[in-house]
C-alpha cells in the first residue's frame, strides 16, 4: 500500500591505495565539466565557467600531518613564510605540482619542499574564488506558513507525487519515501528535517530540490537517492557503483546551525548547499556530488576508509580539517585546509562528470 501526499506547486583510497608509480597526472588532464543547470542574476551564458583541474586550491594556508597526502595538482595564492607546511611522516607529500602565490619564494613559503613530487612554482597572478551565488534558490524559497504540518509517515512505502511546503519532515524506522518527480523538477520545501534509518528514492526523471530551512538531520544509515536499504547496505567506492543519478538531486540548506551529513553509512547521491552554516560529515558517510558552502567557518570531514566525498567541495571561505581515515576524491576549494591524523587519507583528484547546479565564474589564475 501506498500513501500519496499532494501539496501545492512551487512556483517562482577509499584510504587511498595510490602509489607514486600508479600516480599519473598531465595538464590535459580534463577538470569537472562545468553544465550549469541555472545561471544566477548577472551572469551570462557567455561568461567563462571554472575548470577544476586541480585536486587543491587553499587560499592562504596548507598543512599536511599524519600519514596523509595529496594525489594531484595543488595550489596555493599564499606567500608568507610556512604557509605550505608537509609534515616530517614519510607519507606527508604531494604527489603532483605545487603552484604558490604571485612572487613567492618556495624554499620560503613551502616546509620540507623535497615532499612536492611535482616541483614548486610561483604563479603568474593573483589567484581567488568567488562566493557561490544560491540566488536563484533563494527565489525558490516560499515565505508564510507550511501549507502541510508534519509528513511523519508510519507505513513501508510512502509517495509524494507533488511539490510541497511542510512545517517538518520526519522519516524513521526504515521506510521508503517514493519520491515521484515525474519529468519536472519537483521541490520539496521544510524548516526541519529528520531521516533515521530512512531512504528518500527518487521516481521519474526529473530533479529533486529539498530546501531545509532550520535543521537537518541524516543519521541510522539513512539515504537520499540511493534506491533504498539494499543499495545502500552495498559497498560504494567509485561512480562505477552508483545505480542512481547525483545530477538529480539538491539539497539547499538555508539554517544556521551546522550542517550534519551523517556519521554512520549514511548516503547522498547528489549536490549539496549550505548558504552559510559550518558542515560535518564523518564515520563512514558518504556524499557523491558535489558540496557548495559560503561558510568562513569549519567544515569537517573525518572518519572511513570509504571517500567521504565523491566529486568537488567549493568553500572558498571556510577552513576544512580532513580528519581520521577520511578522504575526499576529486576537488576541493577552501581558504584553509588542514589533512591528517589517519593513515592515507586526504585528497585524490579525480575527473568526475556531475553537473554543477550553479554557476561558478573562472578564478583567473595564470599557472606556469
Same mark, same amino acid.
Given at each position: ?288 556530488? =558535489? ?5 568562513? !567557518?569549519?567544515? &569537517? *570531514?573525518? +572518519? #572511513? @576508509? ?10 572558498? =571561505? ?5 580528519? !581520521?581515515?577520511? &578522504? *575526499?576524491? +576529486? #576537488? @576541493? ?36
Amino acid at each position: 500500500m501506498r500513501q500519496l501526499i499532494f501539496g501545492i506547486l512551487l512556483v517562482g583510497g577509499i584510504c587511498f591505495g595510490s602509489s607514486i608509480s600508479n600516480f599519473m597526472w598531465t595538464r590535459e588532464s580534463p577538470g569537472i565539466p562545468i553544465s550549469p543547470l541555472v545561471l544566477p542574476s548577472g551572469q551570462t551564458p557567455s561568461s567563462t565557467p571554472a575548470v577544476f583541474d586541480f585536486a587543491l586550491f587553499s587560499n592562504i594556508d596548507i598543512e599536511i600531518k599524519g600519514s596523509s597526502s595529496i594525489w594531484g595538482p595543488v595550489r596555493t595564492s599564499a606567500t608568507s613564510e610556512h604557509s605550505v607546511r608537509l609534515g616530517p611522516a614519510d607519507g606527508n607529500r604531494i604527489f603532483g605540482p605545487l603552484t604558490i602565490g604571485l612572487n613567492g619564494i618556495p624554499n620560503t613559503v613551502v616546509d620540507r619542499p623535497g615532499k612536492v613530487n611535482g616541483g614548486i612554482v610561483p604563479a603568474e597572478d593573483v589567484c581567488s574564488y568567488h562566493s557561490p551565488d544560491y540566488r536563484h534558490f533563494d527565489n525558490l524559497i516560499i515565505s508564510g506558513n507550511p501549507t502541510h504540518a508534519n509528513f511523519n509517515p508510519t507505513i513501508p512505502y510512502t509517495e509524494i507525487s507533488e511539490s510541497s511546503y511542510f512545517e517538518s519532515f520526519y522519516v524513521t524506522g526504515n521506510i521508503d519515501v517514493l519520491i515521484n518527480t515525474g519529468t519536472q523538477d519537483m521541490i520539496i520545501q521544510t524548516k526541519n528535517f529528520t531521516l533515521s534509518a530512512g531512504h528518500l528514492i527518487l521516481l521519474g526523471t526529473g530533479r529533486l530540490i529539498l530546501i531545509v530551512q532550520s535543521s537537518f538531520t541524516l543519521s541510522g544509515s539513512s539515504s537520499i537517492n540511493n534506491n533504498g536499504k539494499e543499495q545502500n547496505d552495498r559497498p560504494l567506492n567509485s561512480i562505477s557503483d552508483l545505480v542512481s543519478d547525483p545530477n538529480r538531486f539538491i539539497l539547499y540548506y538555508t539554517g544556521i546551525d551546522q550542517l550534519n551529513l551523517g556519521t554512520g553509512k549514511d548516503r547522498i547521491i547528489g549536490s549539496v548547499m549550505s548558504r552559510s552554516a559550518p558542515i560535518s560529515a564523518g564515520g563512514s558517510s558518504q556524499v557523491f556530488g =558535489n558540496i557548495f558552502s559560503d561558510t568562513s !567557518g569549519l567544515i &569537517n *570531514i573525518f +572518519g #572511513s @576508509v570509504a571517500p567521504n566525498l565523491t566529486g568537488l567541495l567549493y568553500a572558498p =571561505n571556510a577552513n576544512v580539517k580532513i580528519i !581520521g581515515s577520511a &578522504n *575526499i576524491k +576529486g #576537488s @576541493v576549494v577552501a581558504k584553509t585546509i588542514e589533512i591528517g591524523s589517519g593513515t592515507q587519507c586526504g585528497i585524490e583528484y579525480e575527473f568526475l562528470p556531475f553537473d554543477l547546479p550553479i554557476f561558478i565564474p573562472e578564478a583567473n589564475c595564470i599557472i606556469p
